[in-house]
């Protein structure tokens, strides 16, 4: 994915996110319902993405470039 890619990428996101959004501020009770489901599944892709971001920047070495001297640590500098 090119960096045009991921600001697509997450401009759409954000506008599904305000879509979503806006079903929750005032959606009927059957599209709420569906909506906790919608959002649990993106939130289980949305996980695997992150599993395999992080798998591949380990993978290639790149957090021990970076000075890590652990993934974890990585993590915790990078996310916060």
Known sequence: ????????????????VAELDAVAASGSDAELLSLLTVCEGVSRQLDQAVVAAVAGL?????????????????????LG
């Open 1 to 16: 994915m090119s960096a045009g890619s991921l600001g697509t990428a997450h401009r759409l996101l954000a506008q599904a």
């Open 58 to 78: 380990d993978r290639r070495g790149v957090f021990a470039d970076r000075g890590y001297k652990s993934t974890v640590s990585a993590l915790s500098d990078l």
